[in-house]
Nanobody, 120 residues
Framework: VQLAESGGGLVQPGGSLKLSCAAS????????MGWYRQAPGKQREMVAM???????EYADSVKGRFTISGVNAKNTGYLQMNSLKSDDTAVYYC???????????????WGQGTQVTVSS
């Protein structure tokens, strides 16, 4: 199982970006997908999480600005980021957990990360 993020880039303050996380491989299910970020000199932090029971969780710093979607039929999830601030500048990582074929073994993977830079 592999994860691949896309959608990062340079955006002005107040702008928007939409990140994608595509999972591929022998996926039986994806039970949760989350987005994390790591800014230079800081620890990696959870930004948003979606669980298969429909619950979501957000860091206080992004509530009301970021929206995480559920995983679609193509095993892809999204993070819509609006009203971006310079403090949102970081490398964003996708993380997912689930079960895989053929025996239902549990898996957890991280993506390679995508840079988001918010600057004028």
């Amino acid at each position: 199982v592999q994860l691949a993020e896309s959608g990062g880039g340079l955006v002005q303050p107040g702008g928007s970006l939409k990140l994608s996380c595509a999972a591929s491989g022998s996926i039986m299910s994806i039970n949760a997908m989350g987005w994390y970020r790591q800014a230079p000199g800081k620890q990696r932090e959870m930004v948003a999480m979606f669980r298969s029971d429909g619950t979501t969780e957000y860091a206080d710093s992004v509530k009301g600005r970021f929206t995480i979607s559920g995983v679609n039929a193509k095993n892809t999830g999204y993070l819509q980021m609006n009203s971006l601030k310079s403090d949102d500048t970081a490398v964003y990582y996708c993380n997912a957990v689930g079960f895989k074929y053929p025996y239902g073994d549990e898996w957890e993977r991280w993506g390679q990360g995508t840079q988001v830079t918010v600057s004028s």
